[in-house]
Nanobody, 123 residues
């Protein structure tokens, strides 16, 4: 019933930029609200790690490795999460996942995940 769909990944040269998007949707007829949303990365052979998160009120936090280079933002009206990635490095190469803490109706709360989008930084 809940879908998170990411887009915006791709191949970029070191120093380049990308913007990831994640749109949250719920099956017709269900009211929902989204609290915290975040982006995670999973590089080959490594654990999935938090990159950045943002609350419904707009408070943000970032992994030390991306501070000053990545910016997380959200559009609550469109239920969309963004990640602006600047000054990309080869070590940023990973699959990036969107996650969201969503209430569907008054009783059901879960964390939902998107399918992931590949970001490859290489010359």
């Amino acid at each position: 019933q809940v879908q998170l769909v990411e887009s915006g990944g791709g191949l970029v040269q070191p120093g380049g930029s990308l913007r990831l998007s994640c749109v949250a949707s719920v099956a017709s007829g269900n009211s929902f609200s989204i609290s915290q949303m975040g982006w995670y990365q999973q590089a080959p052979g490594k654990q999935c790690e938090l990159v950045a998160a943002v609350t419904s009120g707009g408070s943000t936090n970032y992994a030390d490795s991306v501070k000053g280079r990545f910016t997380i933002s959200r559009d609550n009206a469109d239920n969309t999460l963004y990640l602006r990635m600047n000054s990309l490095k080869p070590e940023d190469t990973a699959v990036y996942y969107c996650a969201a803490d969503i209430w569907v109706g008054p009783w059901s709360r879960s964390v939902y995940w998107g399918q992931g989008t590949q970001v490859t930084v290489s010359s």
